[in-house]
């Protein structure tokens, strides 16, 4: 099936730095959503993004809307050993009626060395 | 609010029993539900969804059934589990239509041996 293309797989980083991850896709979504994970839990949203070229924050993380509606960036300003986890871009399609399934990168693993 | 519940937490068959896995969502009506699963070291997989009690589609052919026999109620089955079921399933909702935000469950990790 269909697949989003999530970089950087993992990050080892300092804590306090900022982190970058993104996702592309070959084809249009009408939104874009950034999870995080921590192990042996469900998803938990962070942002939702429905414009193209939208930039939202969400306290120290912030996301942007690619404008060719294929592709999305999330930011971490300063991060903190909580950070730590697995974070998921998806992509939904979100045209007429009925129901419309997530289509998911396969996550990048963020690890913060104190 | 809303809450959406999963169980059993974790579990673990024999290849070749039944399987059946139970999501039921509080604080909302008429939602959106669906059936993800993750193996492991990779993103969540679209199973089925239901935009109603009885209506259920599927996303990829496999062992694996759905049902919803009540408004807010989505079960997961199967009638002989394969080694190739194991991973963490995961139920989503999200309200009617598309393009809702979906909100994830806890998750059922499912170990076949």
């Known amino acids: 099936g269909q697949q989003l293309n999530q970089s950087p797989q993992s990050m080892f980083i300092q804590e306090g730095e900022d982190v970058s991850m993104n996702c592309t896709s070959s084809s249009i979504f009408n939104t874009w959503l950034w999870y995080k994970q921590d192990p042996g839990e469900g998803p938990v949203l962070l942002i939702a993004l429905y414009k193209a070229g939208e930039l939202t924050s969400n306290g120290r993380l912030t996301a942007q809307f690619g404008i060719t509606r294929k592709d999305s960036f999330l930011n971490i300003s300063a991060s903190i050993p909580s950070d730590v986890g697995i974070y998921f871009c998806a992509g939904q399609k979100g045209l007429g009626g009925g129901a419309d399934g997530l289509t998911f990168g396969k996550g990048t693993h963020l690890i913060i060395q104190p | 609010s809303q809450t959406i519940h999963q169980w059993p937490a974790t579990l673990v068959q024999p290849v070749g029993s039944p399987l059946s896995l139970e999501c039921t969502v509080e604080?909302?009506?008429?939602?959106?539900l669906y059936w993800y699963r993750q193996a492991a070291g990779r993103g969540l997989q679209l199973l089925f969804y239901s935009v109603g009690i009885g209506q259920i589609s599927s996303e990829v052919p496999q062992n694996l059934s759905a049902s919803r026999p009540q408004d807010r109620q989505f079960i997961l089955s199967s009638k002989k589990l394969l080694l190739s079921d194991s991973g963490f399933y995961l139920c989503?909702?999200?309200?009617?239509?598309?393009?809702?935000?979906?909100?994830f469950g806890p998750g059922t990790r499912l170990l076949v041996l």
């Open positions: 604080g909302t009506s008429n939602p959106n």
């Open positions: 989503a909702w999200s309200k009617q239509g598309r393009g809702e935000t979906q909100y």
